[in-house]
């Protein structure tokens, strides 16, 4: 993910720095909140600013299972390969019309024989041609540094010692607004107590009758 230029005070409503009992030389902990509520499924990355960042390509998967993308969103470092197997009984289309990333497999079962290479940083935007409630999301960064907050808000980001600045993503952060994005020093920075400002979630995508249909056809053998 690209560093983004902006102060995080633009977007913080509140920021605590505080010693952690299970903090380490060389690990950053980070719990993110919105409205008092964890925020998951957001994207931290800590990108160098005294070396360079050596990004090492993954392989990676982004299943599709009960037609919905598994998981829902994935982070890989720049140049990972990403395969999209369909554990469904029914066809599915993948596509991204995202600048970072454009491309689009066939309706399909099964697992398509060559992966998809993502090769420059950026978010990436996965659709179903099939079944428009199907959303994924892929960030590609360009740090070997970044990791995905739980459950309870929370995620634990493993550096060398140095100067960074941290970068988060959240789909639901405003793209209008400032980033947001701060210095920080490991192992000096322990860990932070980040309130992020979210826009408020999307409505529901597709019709409950399209679900039901689908659902009477999910026994149907792959073709």
Not at 62 to 79: A, I, N
Not at 99 to 128: H, I, M, S
Not at 192 to 214: F, H, I, N, T, V
């Amino acid at each position: 993910m690209p560093p983004r230029t902006g102060r995080a005070t633009a977007l913080l409503a509140a920021l605590l720095l505080a010693a952690s009992p299970s903090g380490r030389a060389g690990a950053l902990t980070v719990e993110l909140r919105h409205a008092g509520q964890p925020v998951a499924e957001a994207v931290l990355t800590l990108a160098p600013l005294d070396r360079p960042a050596e990004v090492r390509a993954v392989d990676a998967v982004m299943d599709q299972v009960g037609s919905e993308f598994t998981p829902r969103v994935l982070v890989v470092p720049k140049g990972s390969r990403v395969s999209f197997p369909n554990s469904d009984l029914i066809r599915h289309q993948v596509y991204s019309f995202s600048p970072a990333k454009r491309f689009e497999l066939p309706l399909y079962t099964g697992t398509p024989p060559d992966p998809v290479v993502f090769d420059r940083a950026g978010v990436v935007v996965l659709g179903c041609n099939i079944h428009d409630w199907m959303r994924g999301t892929i960030v590609v960064v360009d740090t070997p540094h970044h990791a995905l907050s739980d459950a309870a808000g929370r995620a634990v980001l493993a550096a060398p010692p140095g100067r960074y600045r941290l970068a988060i993503w959240h789909e639901r952060l405003d793209p209008a607004a400032p980033a947001v994005a701060l210095d920080v020093v490991l192992p000096a920075t322990e860990a932070l107590r980040l309130e992020l400002a979210l826009a408020p979630p999307p409505p529901p995508r597709g019709s409950e009758r399209l679900r039901a249909l689908q659902e009477r056809f999910r026994g149907t053998p792959r073709e």
